[in-house]
């Protein structure tokens, strides 16, 4: 009893009292370990964890459609001008536009629920279509030159170069011409657009040296030019403080976006524009007849790293001369994209996807044709997929991380230019004359609004941001809603300064009623 006591009194005490009770014969009580609870942070490195990361296994290529059957589309075909609305694949939504000009036609540009559209290289047309029907809104018949290549959006306005040889402003919402400027002959590169200034290639109508140039969006007034020395390949690009441009001699420059102060002129023998990302510019160069991924550092326009060759030999229709004006005009190469420290590239018949600065592949599809032959398009990447289209009119969505379709349809009709996504909606242009939208996915799956993803052709288009309501008590309605303000008159630039002199007359565009299908020349 007194031992009882003694250790009840040892439990609650001194510890010493507990070393005089414990006999040699008894053995330590040994306690359970302690486990940490869930979440509870472990001071020092977990044991086994202080390794080398096992090197990344090769990627294998493996075929585009081989995890999930291409979806064949039936799609209709609509009288000359009309449209016609179907459904595919388990009952989603689409339709079929015809374009009245039957030609190839560059990517159409999204924006304010309507996708316009170049009637083509031969065609003074130009047409706005609703996006989710594919009915005329409006048409612009009488353009005072041929051949409006792939448009941007800006707000309210939407612009486009003509070939031959004049720069668009029109109002999106009715296509009635905004401004339009004489540049030279011919004009057939696209576009860009930052800050309130336009960016345009061009040949001087006097000298025909090639130039670059800047005008107001707002009234084509010009800002500043530069000589470049050949057409551009595809389009400028923007981003931070400068403009970029590789030209058909193979030639990369890096210009101030806002004075046109020339940074570097570097011969890279570009195959393609370029595609920056902070302090680094990675573009496609000629390989021999192959290609070539490259690495260049933006403040000196050296290279730094050189990363893969293409399988095959297809850069012979990379354009070099003017010998072929449409060619130039649409032509738009495997011009990579770069995301958060991903590169993505479709070259000849292989799209890859590899790490920024390694080079390292990180997954490899393949479309099976012929390798010496630029089977693919230029991709696009509209959040968490990659789109390509192939020249035989198959479009794939593949995800980002793995590579795996997604998403597979064909759609039975040649297909060059760059597949636009926007809010679920994937726009395709034909070689003859067609607009085919699918809506492949929620609206989740945005943001490729025009070639190159936006006005300044170098990542997607930001949304703008949902307007936070009022801090405190809302607002309270107006008493009495203000009144309309009449519709603005639009005052003519004079003519010395936005048009070549032989332009004698500036005609209305076309109006189109919506609900016709059938005639594109019926008005309202």
């Known amino acids: 009893m007194k031992r009882a006591i003694l250790a009840l009194v040892a439990a609650c005490g001194d510890s010493s009292i507990t070393d005089e009770l414990v006999t040699p014969s008894q053995a330590p009580i040994e306690l359970p370990p302690l486990r940490p609870a869930p979440g509870v942070d472990i001071d020092g490195p977990i044991a086994g964890t202080e390794t080398t990361p096992a090197p990344r296994k090769p990627a294998v290529p493996f075929d585009l459609a081989s995890d999930r059957a291409v979806v064949k589309v039936s799609v209709p075909v609509p009288p000359s001008g009309g449209a016609v609305q179907f459904t595919f694949a388990d009952e989603r939504p689409g339709w079929v536009a015809r374009i009245p000009d039957a030609q190839q036609l560059p990517s159409v540009a999204y924006g304010n629920d309507r996708v316009f559209i170049s009637g083509g290289f031969q065609s003074v047309s130009f047409y706005a279509l609703d996006a989710t029907t594919g009915m005329i809104e409006w048409a612009t018949t009488n353009l005072e030159d041929n051949g409006p290549t792939a448009a941007i959006v800006d707000g309210d306005d939407v612009l486009f170069n003509t070939e031959s040889c004049t720069l668009f402003s029109l109002n999106a919402k009715t296509g009635r011409r ?13 576009i860009a657009l930052v800050d309130g200034l336009v960016y345009s290639s061009y040949p001087e109508p006097v000298t025909g040296e090639q130039m670059l140039g800047a005008f107001r969006v707002k009234s084509g007034a010009p800002v500043w030019s530069r000589p470049v020395g050949g057409e551009l ?93 449409e060619s130039v005009w649409a032509f738009e190469g495997s011009r990579p994209v770069v995301d958060r420290g991903i590169h993505y590239v479709a070259m000849g ?153 032989r332009r004698a007359t500036q005609r209305k565009p076309v109006t189109m009623d919506p609900s016709c299908l059938t005639d594109v020349f019926c008005r309202n």
């Open 178 to 190: 905004n401004w339009y400027r004489y540049l030279g002959d011919p004009t057939l590169a696209q």
């Open 233 to 325: 390949l595809a389009t400028p690009v923007i981003s931070g403080d400068s403009v970029y441009v590789s030209t058909i001699n193979g030639m990369t420059m890096r210009f101030d976006h806002r004075t046109g102060r020339t940074k570097w002129i570097k011969p890279l023998r570009a195959t393609t524009a370029p595609w920056i990302v902070g302090d680094e510019l990675f573009v496609t160069r000629r390989s021999g007849g192959k290609e070539q991924q490259i690495v260049v550092d933006v403040a000196t326009g050296k290279v730094v790293r050189e990363h893969r060759v293409s399988a095959g030999s297809y850069a012979y229709d990379v354009p070099v001369n003017l010998d072929s004006w």
């Open 349 to 501: 018949n292989e799209v890859i996807a590899s790490d920024a600065k390694s080079g390292e592949a990180i997954w490899h599809r393949r479309y099976p044709t012929k390798v010496d032959a630029r089977s693919l398009g230029s991709v696009a990447l509209p959040g968490s997929t990659i789109v390509v289209s192939a020249r035989d009119g198959k479009v794939f969505g593949l995800d980002v991380d793995t590579g795996h379709t997604l998403w597979s349809y064909d759609l039975g009709k040649r297909v060059v230019a760059e597949p636009i996504v926007a809010k679920g909606w994937l726009y395709s242009t034909t070689s003859d004359g067609y607009v085919i939208a699918l809506n492949v996915a929620d609206k989740s799956l945005d943001g490729w609004h025009m070639f190159g993803g936006s006005s300044s052709k170098n990542g997607a288009t930001i949304a703008p941001p949902t307007p936070k309501p009022t801090e405190g008590l809302a607002q309270a309605a107006p008493a009495v809603a203000p009144a309309k303000r009449a519709p603005a008159i639009a005052r003519p630039t004079p003519l010395e300064e936005l048009k070549a002199p």
